[in-house]
């Protein structure tokens, strides 16, 4: 019999594979589309403003429809919708498409992040991070692949007509048969409101969440294509960039609810802060392709778990349903995301690709700042088992 933490493990593979598929021709679709970078980055805000949209409002939705369903619903609808963003010619039709992708992911980042919170009660063991080291996984096969199609000059239209069944089929089965979660039992249950308005506590988890959030967003949206413009190399060198990020933020995060268990979330926090700090600033300044190649690895290692300790932090506390409390901070974190992809094209289209990547660094310091919200729970059931998955 399948564990149900596995289950949502797919959930969480499935679902940033469908995204990064998309994410990893956004050079192709760029060249594709005959857009600049500011042109593009106003694209992905239309992407932005669905999701946020979807968490402003959606939260009370998911609550009724249940997180099972709203998997199946809000994964698939993604994919789908990225076969059009990858075959339409129309620049505006695709800024119209995203931005109804977005709301599908919106979806999607509130019920994975329930789910998993419910399961962690259920389990009374942390797997926050170990799903979101899935995720990551997700998209490290999703660059690999995308890698390999844009070296072999595969177009984006028939990229997405393959992972559409991919995550389509994956996701039925993944949840097929399968009870979620119960609701945790010191769970708020009053009726969740239709603005999830943010408390002063979830303020300071989003302080600590912005710059790191960002700098995902950077390495995430624009790491191939500042190696296209960086450096005389191939097409898969170009994606490297985006496999090399991808694969290290997923192994960290992968192993990191162990070290956080053991050293606690602030200091864990203030040390990821730091690398990516690092990460960021040796993109910016590399000279050479193994210098940016070695920047993107310690930003995928310092920005990954930033956010889902956020998250677990969210989730967990019983003063509104787990579900607003989550939706508050992914809406209010990604507020930076809806200006965030404007401004590093605009940055880029500007100042020259560079400079986009240092962007973050303010924000990265003001998160070391508010390190200290993530002081309650740093510490949660610290069990033999938590190393059985």
Not at 97 to 115: D, Q, Y
Not at 117 to 131: A, K, P, S, V
């Amino acid at each position: 019999m399948i564990k149900p933490q596995h289950r949502l493990y797919a959930i969480f593979f499935l679902f940033s594979f469908g995204l990064g598929s998309m994410l990893s021709r956004l050079a192709d679709i760029q060249t594709q589309l005959n857009i600049k970078e500011g042109q593009l980055g106003l694209a992905l805000m239309g992407s932005s403003l669905g999701l946020l949209l979807f968490l402003t409002l959606g939260a009370s939705l998911v609550e009724k429809i249940g997180t099972k369903r709203t998997f199946i619903i809000a994964n698939i609808t993604m994919a789908s919708l990225y076969v059009f963003v990858a075959g339409v010619p129309d620049y505006w039709v695709v800024i119209t498409t995203i931005f109804v992708a977005g709301m599908a992911v919106g979806g999607m980042e509130i019920s994975i992040n329930v789910e998993a919170d419910r399961l962690e009660e259920q389990l009374d063991r942390r797997i926050m991070n170990r799903c979101h080291g899935f995720w990551s996984f997700g998209f490290f096969a999703a660059a690999l692949l995308g890698g390999i199609m844009r070296q072999f000059e595969v177009t984006p239209l028939l990229h997405m007509l393959i992972a559409l069944p991919i995550v389509s089929l994956g996701t039925i089965l993944a949840v097929l048969g399968q009870a979620m979660a119960p609701h945790k039992k010191d769970a708020n249950t009053d009726k969740p409101s239709m603005f999830a308005r943010p408390t002063p506590y979830i303020l300071g988890l989003c302080a600590v969440s912005f710059g790191a959030l960002i700098a995902e967003g950077a390495g995430i949206d624009w790491s191939t294509i500042y190696m296209r413009d960086t450096f005389d190399i191939t097409q898969f060198a170009e994606s490297s960039s985006l496999i090399a990020f991808t694969f290290v933020m997923a192994l960290t995060r992968f192993f990191a609810d162990p070290v956080v268990e053991k050293f606690g979330a602030v200091l864990m926090t203030r040390i990821s802060l730091a690398v990516t700090i690092l990460g960021v600033s040796m993109v910016g300044f590399a000279p050479d392709f193994l210098t940016a190649i070695t920047g993107f690895m310690l930003l995928g290692m310092g920005s990954s778990i930033i956010y889902p300790l956020a998250v677990s932090a969210a989730a967990r506390r019983t003063d509104r349903p787990a579900s607003i409390n989550v939706a508050s901070l992914a809406q209010t974190a990604f507020l930076v995301f809806f200006i965030g992809p404007a401004a590093l094209g605009f940055i880029a289209e500007s100042f020259g690709i560079r400079m986009a990547f240092l962007a973050p660094i303010p924000l990265l310091i003001l998160g070391l700042v508010f390190a200290n919200t993530l002081r309650d729970t740093s510490k949660v059931a610290d069990k033999a088992e938590t190393a059985k998955v």
